[in-house]
């Protein structure tokens, strides 16, 4: 079983939508969790950064980690055309490198 | 402002050909990484560099090699490119390992490598 399982895709979802990606882990030792955005023939950036469990919150995205249930979420509000790229987790225990999921490809239909 | 610059960008080799990929930063980051992306695998650690003279093993080493030699280079070398190699490799940096901070990695645009 990989560390971190994330559903591929591809999601479409027309313009003005409410988008939910999601992640599962099996290690109880990561703590740390990120969502990274890579637009097509580009790097991934950093777009969220959450510490343990909880909510976080930027602008139309939120960021929401269940540690009981080893389980990562990405909300988008309001979702835009420009929000069309694929959404990869990443998470670690602080003591090893990153782990990521293998991203799933979203977009967002005008 | 430059960032994270990798060359080249495109490449295709022969089978036994070998090659080197650049990575350069401008931010004064401690640590490099390379990663590479192929489709249903999701990013893979190759090797990393936790400063200056040092490199580490990530998931998927084989085949490959790395050298810090200077604080703002972190170079990736096949020294007998194989087909399984044919891949996007990103190279990133990070001012502060995985846990400091927000734990940003800032990555290059990519490398495009076919192996033939």
């Known amino acids: 079983q990989k560390e971190v399982e994330q559903d591929p895709g591809p999601l479409s979802v027309p313009e003005g939508a409410i988008v939910s990606l999601n992640c599962t882990y099996s290690n109880s030792a990561f703590q740390y969790f990120m969502w990274y955005r890579q637009y097509s023939r580009k790097g991934p950036e950093l777009l969220m950064y959450t510490y343990s469990s909880g909510n976080k919150e930027d602008g139309r995205f939120t960021a929401q980690v269940d540690k009981s249930s080893k389980y990562i979420s990405l909300f988008i509000r309001d979702s835009q055309p420009s929000d069309s790229a694929t959404y990869l987790c990443?998470?670690?225990?602080?003591?090893?490198?990153?782990?990521f999921g293998k991203g799933t490809r979203l977009s967002v239909i005008a | 402002n430059a960032g994270v610059t990798q060359t080249p960008k495109f490449r295709v080799l022969k089978t036994g050909q070998s090659m080197t990929l650049l990575c350069a930063q401008d931010m004064n980051h401690e640590y490099m990484y390379w990663y590479r992306q192929d489709p249903g695998m999701g990013l893979r650690l190759i090797h990393y560099s936790v400063g200056e003279g040092t490199t580490a093993k990530g998931e998927v080493p084989d085949g490959y090699n790395v050298s810090r030699l200077k604080k703002q280079n972190f170079l990736l070398g096949l020294e007998s490119a194989a087909p399984s190699q044919t891949s996007v490799y990103f190279c990133a940096s990070s001012y502060l390992p995985w846990t400091g901070g927000t734990g940003e990695l800032f990555f290059g645009e990519g490398s495009r490598l076919t192996v033939l």
């Open positions: 990443a998470t670690t225990s602080g003591n090893t490198p990153l782990v």
